[in-house]
């Protein structure tokens, strides 16, 4: 079956910086959209960043946006978020997803087929 397992998720100050990873099996990974999305504390899941399936084109959400950057390899199914100069507001749980057939420019949780775990992301000030 299909798993995304994510992981490099911790404890940092504010202006550090954290690289999460995300290993998929069970799929074709090279042939999947990949996206990040986070989930704080009594708030939705939000949109992060996501990466097409050749890792040509990415998007960002606006508030991550020159601080975050999303590759991908897909000769090791792998796809990663540097986090560079974090903020307190960026802590939260952080799940990688994959999406094959979405139209780009759409980047709704519903818009993708299969989720990780999630890894803890803690930013303290």
């Known amino acids: 079956q299909v798993q995304l397992v994510e992981s490099g998720g911790g404890s940092v100050q504010a202006g550090g910086s954290l690289r999460l990873s995300c290993a998929a099996s069970g799929l074709t990974f090279s042939t999947y959209d990949m996206g990040w999305f986070r989930q704080a504390p009594g708030k939705e899941r939000d949109f992060v960043a996501a990466i097409t399936w050749r890792g040509i084109v990415a998007n960002y959400a606006d508030s991550v946006t020159g601080r975050f950057t999303i590759s991908r390899d897909n000769a090791k199914n792998t796809v990663y978020l540097q986090m560079n100069s974090l903020k307190p507001e960026d802590t939260a749980v952080y799940y990688c997803?994959?999406?094959?057939?979405?139209?780009?420019?759409?980047?709704?949780?519903?818009?993708?087929?299969?989720w990780g775990q999630g890894t803890q992301v803690t930013v303290s000030s």
């Open positions: 997803a994959a999406r094959r057939g979405a139209s780009w420019g759409r980047f709704d949780t519903q818009e993708y087929n299969y």
